[in-house]
């Protein structure tokens, strides 16, 4: 096992976009970060663009949406570090074959929701008992405003008319996951929170979004190092916190 004095972060989906530049901005806080990714080419395609940055990068191999291979991450992680101080929730599907309620193909809302959803639950699960070693641990799950039921549900919000019935929903579940685990948690050194990144221009969307992944890393960034409990168990975005 290594010397364990700097902080160890793992990053989901992290080969690129949000993901990506999550895992520079905390490796340029000195902190080792694992780039965790389902492919072994763009995962270390990613980690190696990392390290010539400076940064100390490693890829670890890890498809949220398999059971074997998130044990395997999380065992390899014990047996390197002993712990990890940071785990980002963050990679995440869309579907050409979701949509509104009445139409969604149902196929894909169940795979969404394997990613999106039993994903981050099984990872989270997966690594606590590193994370409970940790003297500060922080968990971030890369939420969307488009995972809030309030929002959903406000014909003046510019989100409103967005029904995508798999994708929103797995978000409004990993909201839901945020609230419990942070109460489940509240008594141990342990804080969680929901990060909303904003609209970014990335694969899910087709570079649609007018933020950079650059400008989106930060509220999820920020969340991952805060320095008290002073946010835990909230829903957090540039601007503030975002209703449920
Ligand atoms: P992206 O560029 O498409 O990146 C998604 C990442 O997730 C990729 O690294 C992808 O890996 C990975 N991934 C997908 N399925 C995976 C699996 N089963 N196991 C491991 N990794 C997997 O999308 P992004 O915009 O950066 O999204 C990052 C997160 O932010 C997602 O949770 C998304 O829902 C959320 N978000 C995005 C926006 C936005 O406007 N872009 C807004 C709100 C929230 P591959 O390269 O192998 O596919």
Known sequence: MENGSKR?????????????????????????????ARDAVRGEAAAGQLRSDG????????????TASIAQAAAAIGASHGRLDILVNNAGI????????????????RRIFDTNFFGPLAVTQAMLPWLRKAPAARIVNMSSSLGSIAINGDATSPYYAVRLAGYNASKAALNMLTVQL??????????VNAACPGYVATDLNGYSGPLTPQEAAATPVR????????????FISAQGPVRW
Do not use: C, M, W, Y
Request: net charge negative.
């Open 8 to 36: 160890v972060a793992l990053v989901t989906g992290a080969n690129k976009g949000i993901g990506l530049e999550i895992a520079r901005q905390l490796g340029r806080e000195q902190i080792i970060v694992l780039v965790g």
């Open 55 to 66: 940064i100390d990068a490693r890829f670890v191999h890890l498809d949220v949406t398999d």
């Open 94 to 109: 869309g579907d050409s074959a979701d949509g509104a309620p009445g139409k969604a193909d149902l196929t894909a809302v």
């Open 182 to 191: 942070a109460e489940e948690l509240r008594d141990t050194l342990i804080v």
């Open 223 to 234: 969340l991952a190092l805060l320095p008290d409990r002073e946010i835990h168990g909230q």
